[in-house]
């Protein structure tokens, strides 16, 4: 896998990033980091006590009309480094006291990331992503990450293709988090960190319980004792949009997610409190740690 045909993910550009084009994702040929900080707005299994070290790289393989991240996800910011700095980053982090390596829609820069991976960390990896990913890409991840963290955003295809340009986007997120699973096993824990596993988050979308329901069907058809669920109230209207995505979620919309999920047999992972919604979700992109 490399840059000069970039088939990294589903999109399948094609392009030769090496040689200045650009695919869907935007990106070059070398990394490119909006920050890498100790954060501590993760799951607790993923954050642990004293945060994780997240590096949030720029550029996405999926086109999301409410992306909070938009500065960085197709805004271009960003600083570009090499494999080398990166792992740099990585330990510097790990020095700071980060309890995992979080790595933030990574997927565009997988062949600078594999070095960088290499030798293994000495704390848990976390690939955190949109879950739109091919189990090609995936499997060359294999024994470098410890704990995936994707999104299962849609079971509607067409709201899939409205919303954020992927009308595959049900079933490549779902074979994806099947391979996810099998590379991992259930959850393994070291006190209340996470070793191994998948954590699967789902956003509510306000007006699209439908969806929901959905997606929460088809990840339950996995079987709901082999991940973690993270179900998130925290949608946050961006500017510029309209009907029902420019409001917040209802009280009355994630009570009837998270009912549905325990009636499917999700009884492990996270719930937010309802009031999560707001911009303090939203990292300030300022470079810090790059």
């Not at 910011?77 to 792992?87: P, S, T, Y």
Request: aromatic letters at 8%.
């Amino acid at each position: 896998m490399d840059y000069t045909h970039c088939t990294l993910c589903p999109r399948r550009c094609g392009v030769n990033r090496a040689a200045g084009e650009r695919g869907y994702c935007r990106q070059g040929a070398a990394v490119r980091l909006a920050r890498a900080a100790i954060h501590t707005g993760e799951e607790p299994a993923i954050g642990g006590h004293y945060g994780a070290g997240a590096v949030f790289f720029s550029g996405c393989t999926l086109g999301c009309v409410y992306c909070q991240n938009r500065a960085i996800s197709h805004g271009g910011f960003g600083r570009d480094i090499d494999a080398a700095r990166l792992r740099e980053i990585f330990l510097s982090l790990i020095d700071q006291g980060a309890e995992t390596i979080d790595l933030v829609t990574p997927t565009q820069f997988l062949p600078d990331l594999l070095p960088a991976l290499t030798p293994k960390l000495p704390v848990p990896v976390v690939y955190n992503c949109g879950g739109y990913e091919t189990v090609e890409t995936l499997r060359a991840l294999e024994g470098l990450v410890d704990v995936y963290l994707p999104d299962y955003k849609y079971s509607d295809a067409a709201l899939a293709a409205r919303l954020s340009q992927a009308a595959d986007y049900p079933e490549t997120a779902l074979r994806a988090i099947e391979e996810m699973v099998r590379q991992t096993g259930a959850p393994v824990y070291k006190g209340d960190l996470m070793t191994r596993g998948v954590v699967v988050r789902h956003l509510v979308l306000p007006g699209q319980l439908d969806n929901t329901l959905g997606a929460l069907d088809n990840l339950a058809a996995l079987g709901p004792e082999r991940f973690l669920l993270s179900l998130m109230s925290q949608y946050t209207p961006m500017p510029g949009l309209t009907g029902d995505l420019a409001r917040p979620i209802t009280a009355q919309e994630y009570d009837g997610a998270l009912a549905y999920a325990k009636l499917l047999g999700f009884s492990r992972g996270y719930a937010q409190e309802y009031q999560s919604v707001g911009q303090s979700y939203i990292p300030a992109w300022d470079l810090e740690g790059v």
